[in-house]
């Protein structure tokens, strides 16, 4: 068995400046499959396409170090998968920290249908997790955090970790001076709501579960934003609108991005989101703002939609699209 705690750090990114420290509690082996034809009878023959480290911090971290920063990602890992997991992270470069748990890691599976050019997406819920494991990654991420300004916690919570949980990081991160970013959904976002954050980023879906209202325009994620900014849940609120872009809000008001026109048909959203919020942590911790690191964000999510699957955004293609992110602001009443 693995050490409860255990540092890879890979091939560690050259780029100067503070790091980017992530954290992902329900991480995934993501399995990229690629088919012609879906059919309902018989075998579907499939070719591999990837096989690749998964989760929303190990994904953010990933796209942070494709953008020029630096990125540490501090996760769960447990059983055969687990290991697995920890040799992708190792094989890729990836600057990582892995806690061990008892439970198997998830794997994930992306299907890939060629005809239709269309993604499907299966994910299982994942280990259960202990009280005294979640407690180790606590523990973990503030060794961890270093000269690391902003901490990104994105993804899911798996089983037996409270509602609250990422209310309990907000409150340590606080308490350590740093700034943290988050990006989850259901009871854990919900959860987390009162501590405050710095950052949150809510999608469409995410965002209708706080307000108990479809988000169909920028009218309604602003509606979305200036409650979470005037509740004090965070200080700074980005709801994405599908295609049409997102919002981003602070104290003085709040900013339409509009999406850029694909150059091509989208591929796949799976890795947009995480795109975006890798985007905003780089720049952010570049020394950008809010507002500027989002635009980023916004087109980095386009340049996403354009590879199939999982697979990593263009860092290229991100920065081809951003003269064609819009922005409109709106000062708060």
């Not at 239709?116 to 180790?136: A, M």
């Not at 479809?214 to 994620?221: E, G, K, Q």
Request: hydrophobic content about 40%; some cysteine; charged content about 20%.
């Amino acid at each position: 068995m693995s050490s409860p705690e255990t540092s890879a750090p890979g091939a560690r990114s050259e780029a100067a400046g503070p790091s980017v420290l992530t954290l992902t509690m329900n991480p995934t082996v993501d399995l990229s499959w690629e088919v012609g034809h879906l059919m309902g009878i018989g075998k579907n023959r499939a070719r591999v396409r990837s096989v690749a480290a998964g989760g929303g911090g190990i994904n953010v971290a990933r796209g942070v170090v494709r953008l020029g920063g630096r990125a540490t990602a501090v996760h769960t890992a447990g059983g055969e998968v687990g290991l697995r997991l920890n040799r992708l992270l190792d094989e890729e470069g990836v600057d990582h920290v892995a806690v061990d748990i008892e439970e198997e890691t998830r794997e994930a599976l992306v299907l890939f249908e060629t005809e239709r050019r269309h993604s499907y997406h299966i994910v299982p819920p994942g280990p259960r997790l202990r009280g005294h494991e979640g407690l180790r990654c606590l523990d973990a991420l503030e060794r961890a955090a270093g000269d690391c300004p902003y901490v990104v916690a994105s993804g899911s919570l798996p089983d037996g970790l409270p509602a609250d949980f990422y209310a309990v990081v907000a409150r340590r991160i606080k308490e350590a001076g740093y700034r943290l970013i988050l990006d989850t959904s259901g009871p854990a976002l919900s959860g987390a709501l009162a501590e405050g954050v710095y950052l949150l980023r809510c999608n469409r879906t995410e965002a209708a579960t706080l307000t108990d209202r479809n988000i169909r325009s920028f009218d309604d994620a602003r509606a979305v934003n200036e409650r979470l900014i005037t509740t004090g849940a965070a200080q700074v609120a980005v709801t994405t609108v599908g295609a049409l872009g997102a919002v981003c809000s602070t104290c003085h008001g709040h900013t339409e991005l509009h999406a850029p026109p694909l150059p091509c048909e989208p591929l796949s959203d799976a890795g947009a989101g995480d795109g975006m919020v890798a985007a905003i942590a780089a720049r952010l911790t570049a020394g950008d703002d809010p507002v500027s690191a989002c635009a980023l964000g916004v087109a980095v999510a386009a340049a996403a939609m354009l590879t199939p699957s999982t697979e990593p955004f263009d860092p290229a293609v991100a920065r081809s699209l951003r003269p064609e992110v819009k922005s409109e602001f709106q000062a708060r009443a």
